[in-house]
């Protein structure tokens, strides 16, 4: 993207010596910062002119303007003006669609960040399709009731390790002398090291040290959400922008449990492949699929986690304002070998030097004029105020973290329970005390779980991810387009600076997406009263059981889907002050692995012990309580700015 400018179209803009020249200057931040000033400026003249018209024909000036005059500047589509007098995000316009993917800016650096977040769901959701077996295996003697509990504590290692190190990995982002691209590429590195480690581990111990290394490693959502909103600044486009997060998690949830499901125990799994005397087994099968059942699905994880750190460290662009256009010596070595590259196709001749024309030396001359002017600048944006540290905590960030920390909590212990839930061997009259001692009795006191094999508890995780990407990509944007249509407000509150815009779609639609999970909660263990095919101990299998776990599964990803865009909206806007943005995401997402820690811990040992009672929906009922608890708090808070807090010297 180039801007042409005239020296004499912008008032008190620098005197160029070349006069009559325009300036070309690339797409320079200083340049467009001072644009949209001048835009901006200019706006509010005509907006003063108009303010005056209407009072010499009898309107109300400024603040006092008539419900009728606000309505007509909302269905104009002008932009509200927040408190601080910068531009809020635009109301919705009648007459215009919604957002297109396709218009999104900066695709290739959104491309290259869902690729690096598309990697981690697929490693962490792989495993969910064999962990109760992984366990089993390592000691066979142990009940099922004992195993959840084991896999409480092993999903949770993870998000505990990433709770204790997520603000550091935030504040380290925030640093000029770090940035946000480092932070990602050590927290992919992490990921990559801990899923080898993870698949080769022959016992409980050693699974959690790997699991734990590799959270303690990763702060990449918090990253990636932070340079999400860095590259993606008018707000109009954010609400496309950070569905990417969520639509990328479900197609790794998709493909994760598959992965998983089908790589698992490949000598039996693939017998003619890797088993005794087959292609590549030789007399004896693979001996290292053999010690390690596990570890195949966990290296093809591990080259996709190769695949985004190469990706990462070659082709993304830093988005740290203190560190933008600086040397990056990842992108630096890319176009070093495809320099070196074209060199070796099209030969050292096909570089010649020529004489530049006149005007091309005057182009050299000014772009050079304006680079010494954005580095001296950036100089000068190195020494910008700096928020501390405990005044982030404004009433609405801690609000809002509560909020997410009990959806990310009440999200975390239903996805670990859904998985035990379905390994659960299922209740069998002359085997009652394989998972549980009483007789099954209506409505509550029942037991026992689905039964499912591995590959199909793959199978049947992934229909979470098929059925997000398909609401994301067809239900969620028109759903926000048609509310936001009809039900826009503004919102004034007298005795306070400006004007705040609210959009009502948004907090209606996240509120109500929150009550469906209780919904869904309550009616989940009753999949093992549906009627089967076939009798235990065989796995549960015909059409109602599918019917109901595909139409469960409906409500829960439903509801996640209208409520996770959002909350990650109002975590980025949140923030009191762009210094902190990076902090603030740590934070969000430190309260998240801490909320994901307790969750599967607690809930996951409330599923064994009420599977032990015979009441294999204690989990899940109570787990209704906590969601209930995230819907009330959700009327505490409010969207933000994310620049409530001025600091001495800024405008």
Same mark, same amino acid.
């Given at each position: 993207?180039?801007?042409?400018?005239?020296?004499?179209?912008?008032?008190?803009?620098?005197?160029?010596?070349?006069?009559?020249?325009?300036?070309?200057?690339?797409?320079?931040?200083?340049?467009?910062?001072?644009?949209?000033?001048?835009?901006?400026?200019?706006?509010?003249?005509?907006?003063?002119?108009?303010?005056?018209?209407?009072?010499?024909?009898?309107?109300?000036?400024?603040?006092?303007?008539?419900?009728?005059?606000?309505?007509?500047?909302?269905?104009?589509?002008?932009?509200?003006?927040?408190?601080?007098?910068?531009?809020?995000?635009?109301?919705?316009?009648?007459?215009?669609?919604?957002?297109?993917?396709?218009?999104?800016?900066?695709?290739?650096?959104?491309?290259?960040?869902?690729?690096?977040?598309?990697?981690?769901?697929?490693?962490?959701?792989?495993?969910?399709?064999?962990?109760?077996?992984?366990?089993?295996?390592?000691?066979?003697?142990?009940?099922?009731?004992?195993?959840?509990?084991?896999?409480?504590?092993?999903?949770?290692?993870?998000?505990?390790?990433?709770?204790?190190?997520?603000?550091?990995?935030?504040?380290?982002?925030?640093?000029?002398?770090?940035?946000?691209?480092?932070?990602?590429?050590?927290?992919?590195?992490? #990921?990559?090291?801990?899923?080898?480690?993870?698949?080769?581990?022959?016992?409980?111990?050693?699974?959690?040290?790997?699991?734990?290394?590799?959270?303690?490693?990763?702060?990449?959502?918090?990253?990636?959400?932070?340079?999400?909103?860095?590259?993606?600044?008018?707000?109009?486009?954010?609400?496309?922008?950070? *569905?990417?997060?969520?639509?990328?998690?479900?197609?790794?949830?998709?493909?994760?449990?598959?992965?998983?499901?089908?790589?698992?125990?490949?000598?039996?799994?693939?017998?003619?492949?890797?088993?005794?005397?087959?292609?590549?087994?030789?007399?004896?099968?693979?001996?290292?699929?053999?010690?390690?059942?596990?570890?195949?699905?966990?290296?093809?994880?591990?080259?996709?986690?190769?695949?985004?750190?190469?990706?990462?460290?070659?082709?993304?662009?830093?988005?740290?304002?203190?560190?933008?256009?600086?040397?990056?010596?990842?992108?630096?070595?890319?176009?070093?070998?495809?320099?070196? *590259?074209?060199?070796?196709?099209?030969?050292?001749?096909?570089?010649?030097?020529? @004489?530049?024309?006149?005007?091309?030396?005057?182009?050299?001359?000014?772009?050079?004029?304006?680079?010494?002017?954005?580095? #001296?600048?950036?100089?000068?944006?190195?020494?910008?105020?700096?928020?501390?540290?405990?005044?982030?905590?404004?009433?609405?960030?801690?609000?809002?973290?509560?909020?997410?920390?009990?959806?990310?909590?009440?999200?975390?212990?239903?996805?670990?329970?859904?998985?035990?839930?379905?390994?659960?061997?299922?209740?069998?009259?002359?085997?009652?005390?394989?998972?549980?001692?009483?007789?099954?009795?209506?409505?509550?006191?029942? #037991?026992?779980? *689905?039964?499912?094999?591995?590959?199909?508890?793959?199978?049947?995780?992934?229909?979470?991810?098929?059925?997000?990407?398909?609401?994301?990509?067809?239900?969620?944007?028109?759903?926000?387009?048609?509310?936001?249509?009809? @039900?826009?407000?503004?919102?004034?509150?007298?005795?306070?600076?400006?004007?705040?815009?609210?959009?009502?779609?948004?907090?209606?639609?996240?509120?109500?997406?929150?009550?469906?999970?209780?919904?869904?909660?309550?009616?989940?263990?009753?999949?093992?009263?549906?009627?089967?095919?076939?009798?235990?101990?065989?796995?549960?299998?015909?059409?109602?059981?599918?019917?109901?776990?595909?139409?469960?599964?409906?409500?829960?990803?439903?509801?996640?889907?209208?409520?996770?865009?959002?909350?990650?909206?109002?975590?980025?806007?949140?923030?009191?002050?762009?210094?902190?943005?990076?902090?603030?995401?740590?934070?969000?997402?430190?309260?998240?692995?801490?909320?994901?820690?307790?969750?599967?811990?607690?809930?996951?040992?409330?599923?064994?012990?009420?599977?032990?009672?015979?009441?294999?929906?204690?989990?899940?009922?109570?787990?209704?309580?906590?969601?209930?608890?995230?819907?009330?708090?959700?009327?505490?808070?409010?969207?933000?700015?994310?620049?409530?807090?001025?600091?001495?010297?800024?405008?």
């Amino acid at each position: 993207m180039s801007l042409r400018l005239q020296a004499s179209s912008l008032p008190n803009a620098p005197r160029i010596s070349n006069a009559g020249v325009e300036s070309r200057i690339s797409d320079d931040r200083d340049a467009l910062i001072y644009l949209s000033g001048v835009q901006g400026s200019l706006q509010d003249s005509r907006r003063r002119e108009s303010k005056v018209d209407d009072n010499d024909s009898g309107q109300p000036v400024g603040g006092d303007a008539s419900p009728a005059h606000a309505d007509k500047e909302s269905t104009a589509g002008q932009s509200v003006r927040d408190d601080d007098g910068d531009r809020a995000s635009p109301l919705q316009n009648e007459g215009q669609g919604p957002i297109a993917w396709s218009s999104l800016p900066k695709k290739d650096q959104l491309f290259i960040l869902t690729l690096a977040r598309l990697a981690e769901p697929i490693v962490q959701t792989s495993l969910a399709s064999y962990m109760f077996f992984m366990l089993k295996s390592f000691d066979t003697t142990l009940p099922d009731s004992r195993i959840s509990s084991q896999a409480g504590l092993l999903a949770g290692s993870f998000t505990f390790a990433q709770c204790l190190t997520a603000v550091l990995w935030g504040r380290l982002a925030d640093k000029a002398w770090m940035g946000r691209k480092n932070v990602l590429i050590i927290g992919l590195i992490g #990921t990559f090291v801990s899923s080898i480690g993870f698949g080769f581990s022959r016992n409980l111990s050693s699974a959690i040290f790997f699991r734990s290394l590799g959270g303690a490693l990763n702060g990449n959502v918090g990253v990636m959400r932070t340079m999400i909103s860095e590259l993606i600044v008018e707000k109009k486009y954010q609400t496309k922008a950070f *569905l990417i997060m969520p639509v990328t998690f479900n197609v790794g949830v998709l493909v994760g449990p598959l992965l998983g499901g089908w790589l698992q125990d490949p000598i039996h799994t693939f017998p003619k492949v890797f088993g005794p005397a087959s292609v590549l087994g030789g007399k004896n099968g693979v001996k290292w699929m053999t010690q390690f059942p596990y570890a195949l699905p966990n290296l093809v994880s591990a080259l996709f986690l190769l695949s985004s750190i190469l990706l990462v460290v070659l082709c993304l662009e830093e988005t740290h304002v203190d560190r933008k256009g600086g040397l990056d010596y990842g992108i630096a070595l890319k176009e070093g070998l495809l320099r070196g *590259l074209r060199q070796v196709i099209l030969g050292r001749r096909s570089y010649e030097y020529s @004489k530049l024309h006149d005007d091309e030396e005057t182009s050299v001359e000014l772009e050079n004029r304006v680079g010494a002017t954005s580095r #001296t600048t950036k100089v000068s944006a190195s020494q910008r105020p700096n928020l501390p540290y405990g005044q982030i905590f404004t009433r609405n960030v801690v609000c809002t973290f509560i909020v997410h920390g009990l959806l990310a909590g009440h999200l975390g212990a239903f996805h670990n329970m859904y998985f035990l839930f379905l390994s659960t061997p299922r209740y069998d009259r002359e085997h009652p005390s394989e998972v549980g001692r009483a007789p099954q009795t209506l409505p509550f006191h029942f #037991t026992g779980g *689905l039964g499912l094999c591995p590959s199909t508890i793959g199978f049947a995780l992934g229909i979470i991810g098929a059925i997000g990407v398909c609401m994301q990509f067809g239900v969620y944007t028109r759903v926000t387009h048609s509310l936001g249509i009809i @039900k826009t407000v503004r919102v004034c509150y007298s005795g306070y600076r400006g004007e705040r815009g609210v959009m009502l779609t948004e907090s209606l639609q996240y509120r109500y997406a929150l009550l469906l999970f209780p919904l869904a909660y309550t009616a989940i263990p009753f999949l093992v009263m549906l009627p089967t095919k076939h009798a235990p101990p065989h796995a549960a299998d015909g059409p109602w059981v599918w019917i109901g776990i595909s139409s469960l599964l409906f409500v829960v990803v439903a509801g996640r889907t209208f409520s996770l865009p959002i909350t990650q909206i109002l975590v980025n806007n949140c923030s009191p002050h762009p210094s902190v943005l990076s902090s603030v995401h740590g934070l969000g997402q430190s309260v998240s692995a801490g909320a994901r820690t307790l969750g599967p811990v607690v809930w996951s040992t409330l599923y064994g012990f009420g599977l032990h009672q015979g009441y294999v929906g204690v989990g899940f009922w109570s787990l209704c309580l906590e969601s209930i608890l995230a819907f009330g708090a959700s009327w505490l808070v409010y969207e933000g700015n994310g620049h409530e807090i001025r600091l001495p010297g800024e405008t």
